[in-house]
């Protein structure tokens, strides 16, 4: 795999600066029709061995593009605030908008490698890994990014004489540390995991260039070729709906589904209500403090028709909680910068650390929901988005966050009536639009949208809750015993 890398690239003075020139303004020009047609980000994943002039490339590739519309993010040992959420949250919050390149100097790949390195993971735990990062690159490619992954190699001679020219130049000899020598001694290692890592995870959407990294003039050319032509090529393309990634749902041969089996007819009278409400209160409160959710977080996400009464039941669970406990997201249409980006990157921006709680009104489930049933987006991007948000939710579970998710759901005369008395009620009238009135005509394809929803994303790790909700009171005690339920069986897993 690393043969060809070794066999002596070089690139002499004259030539490099020759070729330069004329790269140089082509860098610059594609740059700025990218930032102008603003239709996808670039991203940049810049890994290889210690001295292989991983920084030397990037300083170049600022050189020559502006560096306004270019960023860097360099990974190191997590912080306290990335421990407490999943793995990737870190690199979320750094992907670069629509129009904007963004370098990675470390990435995804880095810990894993590590990790296999020290022995402190298995093959079979990295391959588990890998296949999440494979998963998430897809998706970014599928939601329009660029993906060019650059392995920078030298080999064992090749590193030994590079750090040693580095450390004898006043220049650089900060480069170099007792950390890089002592990786020098677990080469033989890094070259067998990393190939390994190279060969699973390149793909046909995001494949992995190996590059010499011996000589830098032939290093920064091919790279800065390599990041022209791709961006070059992905402008001269049309922009065609993808084709779909997953089958539709089979036909029902009946009426038959989650939401209609409910009986909502349900409901309890108030005295019962209030002992209920104070009992799962009291429940919530003593589990939100106790010491076990320090090393847990709680992710509640509210779904349902409009009017079905969302926001009382966010409440009753928020008055349980301190203030300085939790965090209520209401979703409403994207930001300018929130449409630059993927559709899940505001919901990862949210994911709240340990020992607290995020609840969403709406969730990401807009994209499979209105999304779908607008027409916001195609086909194939809320077809694959189930497998998507299976994997973000799992990702959520895996770093110790309780998720549960709600529909709440009411049937069509309870919804008219209910908006009939916001429009006749002066401090409910800001919550009856035109939009609602407009929703309500396509009932059938938002409970048929809803129905696909739930049997394709109700998991094991993280399952819907379907609460019969025509009556409040009832579906304000259903939400806060399930809510009690989970946490506490969790808690008591430790």
């Known amino acids: ?43 940049l994943l810049i890994s290889g061995v210690d001295g292989a002039g991983k920084s030397e490339t990037i300083q170049q590739l600022y050189e020559w593009l502006d560096p306004r519309w270019l960023s860097t993010m360099a990974f190191a040992e997590p912080t306290d605030e990335e421990r407490e959420r999943p793995p990737m949250w870190r690199y979320w919050r750094a992907l670069p908008a629509k129009g904007r390149i963004g370098m990675f100097a470390g990435s995804w790949y880095s810990a ?12 079979a735990t990295l391959d588990i890994q890998l296949d999440g990062i494979n998963r998430l690159e897809a998706m970014l490619v599928n939601e329009g990014a660029l993906v060019l992954k650059f392995w920078f190699h030298l080999s064992r001679e090749g590193q030994k004489k590079r750090l040693k020219r580095l450390e004898r130049d006043p220049r650089t000899a900060w480069r170099v540390t007792q950390t890089n020598w002592d990786r ?36 920064n ?27 539709p749902l089979p036909r029902r041969l009946d009426d038959q589904n989650v939401l209609t089996a409910l009986d909502l007819s349900a409901q309890i009278d108030e005295e019962r209500y209030e002992k209920e409400l104070a009992h799962w209160q009291g429940m919530l409160a003593e589990l939100v403090r106790h010491k076990r959710f320090a090393r847990r977080s709680l992710v509640l996400v509210f779904e349902g028709m409009d009017a079905a009464g969302k926001g009382g039941a966010i409440r009753r669970v928020a008055a349980a909680m301190d203030p ?30 340990w020992g607290r709680a995020t609840m969403f009104d709406r969730s990401w489930y807009g994209r499979v929901l209105v999304e779908r049933v607008e027409g916001f987006c195609e086909e194939a991007d809320w077809l694959r988005a189930y497998g998507e948000i299976n994997d973000f939710e799992h990702e959520l579970v895996e770093n110790g966050a309780v998720v549960l998710k709600f529909w709440l759901q009411i049937d069509k005369a309870e919804q008219l009536r209910r908006f009939r008395n916001r429009e006749e009620t002066e401090h409910k009238q800001f919550k009856i639009t ?26 094991g790790a993280a399952p819907w809750t379907v609460v019969e909700a025509n009556d409040k009171r009832f579906a304000r005690i259903k939400v806060l015993r399930a809510v009690c339920e989970r946490l506490e069986r969790a808690l008591r897993k430790g």
Not at 15 to 25: G, M, P, Q, S
Not at 226 to 245: D, F, G, H, S, W
């Open 324 to 353: 300085r406990q939790y965090q209520i997201m209401p979703v409403a249409a994207p930001t300018d910068e929130e449409r630059a980006q993927p559709y899940l990157w505001r919901f990862w921006r949210q994911v709240p650390r």
């Open 112 to 123: 894993p490698i590590h990790d296999r390195i020290e022995r402190d993971i298995s093959q």
């Open 434 to 459: 035109t939009e609602d009135w407009r929703n309500r005509r396509k009932w059938a394809r938002y409970q048929a949208a809803a129905v696909d929803m739930i049997d394709r994303t109700s998991t």
């Open 221 to 247: 050319l091919l790279v800065g070729r390599a990041l022209l032509e791709a961006i070059e090529r992905r402008l001269a393309e049309p922009q065609v709906p993808a084709n779909p990634v997953a089958a």
């Open 1 to 43: 795999m690393f043969e060809s890398a070794e066999v002596g690239h070089a690139v002499d003075n004259k030539t490099f600066r020759k070729e330069e020139e004329a790269l140089r303004i082509a860098l610059l020009q594609a740059q700025y029709r990218l930032r102008e047609a603003g239709r996808f980000p670039v991203l």
């Open 184 to 219: 020098l001694k677990t080469y033989d290692a890094l070259q067998g995991v990393a190939r390994h890592v190279l060969r699973v995870s390149n793909t046909a959407w995001a494949p992995w260039t190996i590059v010499d990294g011996s000589d830098d003039n032939y290093r």
